[in-house]
């Protein structure tokens, strides 16, 4: 196959990469410039097809497990209300499903239990679990596994 055939496949490829994000389609468009670069150098099509073949394998053993392992690490800093997620608050008012008052990172914040039933007393510590607008969805810790 002539290389021009290989930049083609390579570009589509790349392009389909860019609105997936899936990175299958990325490692993809790297094996086909390879077999772009072994079909410019002279190599005929099983050469090609093998360069194509081990770009790709070597594509999915090398590059992708260290993507996912990236892409599966948590930010170091968390931002905004990202921030409170997971912190520990102690009740200053009894927190139901509708209302309640808690002191979260030295400041008041209203809050309402993520449990329906749940009552949460004065004294109490939970943990924020979400935060709606300028309310904090929170859990009594005893219950956190």
Do not use: N
Not at 25 to 30: N, V
Not at 91 to 117: F, H, P, Q
Not at 135 to 145: F, I
């Amino acid at each position: 196959m002539p290389w021009i055939v290989w930049l083609l496949a390579a570009a589509a490829l790349g392009a389909a990469e860019f609105f997936t994000m899936t990175l299958v389609f990325g490692l993809l468009a790297g094996a086909a410039l390879v077999a772009a670069v072994v079909a410019g150098v002279g190599v005929g099509a099983l050469g090609q097809f093998v360069a194509l073949g081990a770009a790709t394998a070597a594509g999915l053993v090398i590059v992708r497990p260290l993507a996912l392992r990236h892409m599966a690490q948590t930010p170091l800093s968390r931002e905004g209300s990202d921030a409170l997620l997971g912190k520990r608050a102690e009740v200053m008012e009894e927190v139901t499903a509708t209302r309640g008052l808690i002191k979260l990172s030295g400041e008041e914040w209203s809050a309402r239990a993520l449990d329906e039933s749940a009552v949460i007393p004065v004294g109490s510590l939970v943990e924020v679990m979400e935060i709606e607008g300028a309310t904090a969805v929170v859990y009594p810790r005893e219950l956190l596994p």
